[in-house]
C-alpha cells in the first residue's frame, strides 16, 4: 500500500511541473523577487521603474506580481 500512495504523489508533483497555472504561477513569482530585492521593475511603455524615483508605482507593479502569481498557485488546485 505504502507503494502505492509514493507513486501517487510522484505522479502529483510531475503533474505540477507540466501544469501551465504553475509554471506561470512560478514565473511570476520568481519576478516579483527579483523585482523586490533589484529594486527595479519593468514597466511597458517606460522601460524601468526604480523604487528610490517612484515608490508608490514601483510597489504597485510588484504587487500586481505578487497577487498574480497567488492567483495562478491558485488556479492549479481548481
Same mark, same amino acid.
Given at each position: 500500500?505504502?507503494?502505492?500512495?509514493?507513486?501517487?504523489?510522484?505522479?502529483?508533483?510531475?503533474?505540477?511541473?507540466?501544469?501551465?497555472?504553475?509554471?506561470?504561477?512560478?514565473? #511570476?513569482? #520568481?519576478?516579483?523577487?527579483?523585482?523586490?530585492?533589484?529594486?527595479?521593475?519593468?514597466?511597458?511603455?517606460?522601460?524601468?521603474?526604480?523604487?528610490? &524615483?517612484?515608490? &508608490?508605482?514601483?510597489?504597485?507593479?510588484?504587487?500586481?506580481?505578487? #497577487?498574480?502569481?497567488?492567483?495562478?498557485?491558485?488556479?492549479?488546485?481548481?
Amino acid at each position: 500500500m505504502a507503494v502505492g500512495v509514493r507513486r501517487q504523489m510522484e505522479d502529483r508533483v510531475a503533474s505540477l511541473f507540466t501544469d501551465r497555472f504553475f509554471l506561470l504561477g512560478s514565473l #511570476l513569482l #520568481l519576478v516579483a523577487v527579483i523585482e523586490t530585492f533589484t529594486g527595479t521593475a519593468i514597466t511597458r511603455g517606460q522601460g524601468l521603474i526604480y523604487r528610490a &524615483k517612484d515608490p &508608490k508605482t514601483f510597489w504597485c507593479l510588484v504587487a500586481i506580481s505578487y #497577487l498574480g502569481a497567488i492567483f495562478f498557485y491558485a488556479g492549479v488546485h481548481v
